[in-house]
């Protein structure tokens, strides 16, 4: 095994305080005897530089780059002259460009796949839930009585097609949203056309020289973002439901210790579903399964990890390895025989850590090349052809191994699954399938209200702690976790995905949980499926008794560890949506400046959401209660809660007597 020089300084990082993964922590152990480096690392030996953390540095041209002054912010301009509220809000309306282009693209292809899918034109992938496309079709105008599938599928990609080309007018998803909700979008000017021209604009105004006032750049970033959240991430995870199937609840494996080391395992990393289902069929065809027996294996082991692994655990079962703090460690086992990824959050430092370890990392979409990994291109067309070779790569490297195997023993589970559909399903029950028990939990206040925590790990925070920490808060005080990303896997490795934490959550939130024998934090897929979150909103308002507009309901949102531009845009689509969404990390901004003054109050002020942040998980929690507590009291539903807790608490006192006696 080829020995890579590493650990810049003698003592190294303290691996029990980079993370609380066990397996992750084991692994970082076994890194650093063998002399491998990983993100951890690099980013204890690499400060963030100082003044691109508060975003107040410009390189839009070549007269600069420019540097202000964070502790002085209004004490110095760039050369061109733009303040510093222009130069943090074109920076911000960047990173909305570039995280929204992410979504919007992935969303493209599953609407690519889906258009030649309903052509002919591939014949690998079908139509997997034809109920499911009905209702979205519906939801969108379309007629669905006595048609044909393939017609309704052939309007609906139509329609689906302006999400993304459109030139004037609203985008498809806008009728789903909350009249109220919508309306607050047309008197500002940000009701998305199609995500192409949006991010264009965004990309022109916010190049040297054009757009020079925060307010008019935010407005635009708030469009962008939306044309993400309501557009190419909801397009991305409907289309992914109508050909792969509607995520329902299953339990899945989590952690290092669903790799076996008597079998081929083979990861999955990165976006894309449609590479995950082909590798499901290569895995399991019968002259390959034969191969790897013939190898020595037992038999072939398909593994996911980051976002490509929840889409796959949230329909099929298949089990995850980790979240993407973990990437790199899960190569330490020596187990991995092969690393197949796609596109976004796949960090290049996997390549070097793959050569150390003899593991084929292999690049299959052409958007994504890496230097030094091999290029297996994923052709729709003959999908299983460049699967299959991965696979036969992959037993190869079984029969070859040379890398000392350890593969940490921990093996958590969690029930995922819980698609908005099956929310609704859940809690309605099978003939009165509703959001109304939610929202009536919910103003009887047992439910005091819901929380997205979403979004990625990061190495300047402790690995799943900030998720874990702010969760548990949460649920103690009764509200409701919806997640993805992630997030969801750090909370599943820490057990609270399963109907069993209910016990860690407060005597309301409890009381429904055990009712309806569901976990008090419902994980939800991937960060596309963000969507689902929305339409869960929206379901909400219009339930009806919390309000006309999402900004109305008690719920709050918050992204503890993130690290990426799409988690920035999708914070700012939940902002323009009316949602309250605090970060953690850092965040790309000087305080006390006129732009901080808008995200942070202004935008609420104008019937939006607003941002928050707070590195602390408690604060946090803090701040997303005290939000809902304001929701609720605007509602008029706050004295309601205090009453019910009472209730239960007299009710228990009662049955504690009458045991007694
Ligand atoms: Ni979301 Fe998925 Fe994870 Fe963050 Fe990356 S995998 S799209 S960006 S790191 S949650
Ligand atoms: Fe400096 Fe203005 Fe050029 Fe930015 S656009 S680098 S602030 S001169």
Not at 327 to 352: H, N, P, R, Y
Not at 387 to 399: G, L, N, P, Q, Y
Request: charge should be negative.
């Amino acid at each position: 095994m080829e020995k890579q020089k590493v650990l810049s300084k003698k003592e190294g990082i303290d691996i029990g305080n980079v993370t609380i993964c066990e397996a992750t922590k084991q692994m970082l152990e076994k890194a650093r005897k063998d002399g491998v480096e990983t993100a951890f690392d690099r980013a204890a030996s690499m400060r963030a530089c100082p003044i691109g953390k508060d975003s107040a540095c410009c390189k839009h041209c070549a007269m600069g780059p420019c540097r202000l002054n964070a502790k002085d912010p209004y004490g110095k301009v760039g050369v061109c002259g733009a303040t510093i509220d222009t130069i943090m809000a074109r920076n911000f309306a960047r990173m909305i460009a570039a995280g929204g282009a992410a979504h919007t693209d992935h969303g493209m292809s599953m609407l690519d796949l889906f258009r030649e899918v309903i052509k002919g034109n591939i014949t690998d992938y079908e139509i997997k839930d034809p109920i499911k496309l009905e209702e979205v079709a519906t939801s969108i105008g379309i007629e669905v009585d006595g048609r044909e599938t393939k017609d309704i599928a052939m309007d609906l990609y139509e329609e689906l097609e302006r999400t993304y080309t459109q030139v004037e007018g609203e985008i498809p998803f806008a009728k789903r949203v909350p009249e109220k909700t919508l309306e607050t979008w047309r008197k500002l000017g940000i009701v998305p056309r199609g995500a192409m021209r949006e991010i264009m604009e965004l990309m022109h105004r916010s190049h040297m020289g054009v757009d020079q006032h925060y307010e008019n750049i935010t407005r635009q970033c708030s469009r962008t973002a939306l044309a993400d959240g309501w557009g190419g991430s909801m397009v991305a995870t409907e289309i992914s439901d109508i050909l792969f199937g509607t995520p329902s609840p299953v339990s899945v494996e989590v952690n290092m210790g669903v790799l076996k080391e008597d079998q081929v395992n083979i990861i999955v990393h990165g976006h894309e579903p449609n590479l995950f289902e082909s590798m499901l069929v290569s895995v399991n065809e019968p002259t390959l399964v034969q191969a790897a027996k013939d190898a020595g294996a037992s038999g072939i082991n398909l593994v996911g990890m980051c976002c490509s692994g929840l889409e796959m655990f949230v329909r099929h079962g298949v089990p995850h390895a980790g979240n993407f703090m973990s990437t790199e460690a899960v190569l330490v086992t020596g187990a991995v025989d092969a690393m197949t990824v796609d596109v976004q959050c796949i960090k290049q430092g996997l390549a070097k850590v793959a050569e150390c370890y003899g593991t084929p990392l292999i690049t299959t979409n052409p958007r994504c090349r890496i230097e030094g990994a091999q290029h297996i291109e994923f052709n729709e067309h003959h999908p299983t052809a460049s699967t299959d070779e991965i696979v036969i790569k992959a037993i190869s490297r079984f029969k070859n191994r040379t890398a000392k195997i350890e593969i940490p023993k921990i093996v958590n589970k969690g029930v995922h699954g819980f698609s908005h559909e099956y929310i609704n399903y859940m809690l309605g029950g099978s003939f009165r399938a509703s959001y109304a028990p939610l929202n009536d939990n919910i103003i009887n206040g047992r439910i005091r209200g819901v929380a997205g925590v979403v979004g990625c790990t990061n190495p300047r925070v402790k690995q799943d702690w900030v998720h874990v920490e702010l969760v548990k808060e949460l649920i103690k005080k009764d509200v409701l976790v919806l997640q993805t990303g992630c997030s969801q896997i750090a909370l599943t490795k820490a057990g609270l995905t399963t109907p069993e934490a209910a016990i860690l959550a407060g005597p309301g939130l409890q009381e429904v949980c055990e009712t309806v024998g569901m976990p008090p934090v419902l994980g939800i897929g991937a960060c596309v499926d963000n969507s689902r979150i929305l339409i869960a909103a929206s379901a909400m308002v219009r339930q009806g008794g919390l309000g006309d507009s999402i900004a109305d309901l008690p719920v709050a949102g918050a992204a503890p560890e993130y690290m990426s531009e799409k988690a920035i845009c999708i914070g700012q689509y939940f902002v323009a949506s009316g949602v309250y969404t605090v970060f953690g990390v850092t965040f790309p901004i000087v305080e006390e400046t006129k732009f901080h003054k808008l995200l942070f109050e202004g935008l609420e002020e104008q019937g939006l959401g607003k941002w928050g942040f707070s590195p602390d998980p408690y604060e946090m929690a803090r701040m997303m209660i005290a939000h809902i507590d304001k929701k609720r009291k605007q509602l008029g539903i706050d004295k309601a809660r205090d009453r019910v807790l009472m209730d239960m608490a007299d009710r228990r006192e009662m049955g504690a007597a009458y045991q007694q006696a």
